[in-house]
């Protein structure tokens, strides 16, 4: 199994970056499902309007197979994409739990593209504050979403 080191300068930028979200924005249970309830329907939808309100307007949104930061007219790009590669599209088995600053998702996307079924396992880390989406890391398995791009 190979690992990668995250490089000590990324946790001292996240965890500086981040640091006004931590203690005092305490982040309600119920405000946490609504958020992430919203954000998910709008990328359902691929409503960009609905998916634009639910992120601040400096918001960056990475991920694990390219490791940058996107902005968030860059992700809508990818929402689209998506969509364009995949159909039915749902999340199941979705588990959410509070964390400093924020919130962790777990879900399942499932759906159907050219290459078979889709069927892929993610966990997302959302940093929020004022009732916005200020950054997210996502984490997914690539090879499960390679039957977007096959077929």
Do not use: C
Request: charged share 20%; glycine share 6%.
């Amino acid at each position: 199994m190979h690992s990668r080191a995250v490089p000590a300068s990324y946790v001292a930028a996240m965890s500086e970056q981040h640091a006004n979200t931590a203690p005092t924005a305490v982040l309600a249970d119920a405000r946490m499902h609504e958020l992430a309830d919203r954000l998910l329907a709008g990328i359902l939808a691929a409503d960009e309007t609905v998916v634009r309100q639910a992120y601040a307007v400096d918001a960056t949104i990475w991920h694990n197979f390219d490791q940058r930061d996107q902005t968030v007219d860059e992700n809508l790009v990818t929402l689209h994409d998506m969509h364009r590669r995949a159909s039915g599209l749902a999340y199941t088995q979705v588990r959410r739990f509070l964390a400093p600053g924020g919130f962790v998702q777990q879900h399942v996307l499932v759906g159907q593209a050219k290459g078979g079924a889709l069927e892929m396992p993610a966990m997302i880390r959302f940093w929020v504050h004022a009732g916005r989406i200020t950054r997210l890391e996502e984490y997914l398995d690539t090879r499960q979403a390679m039957v977007m791009y096959t077929g």
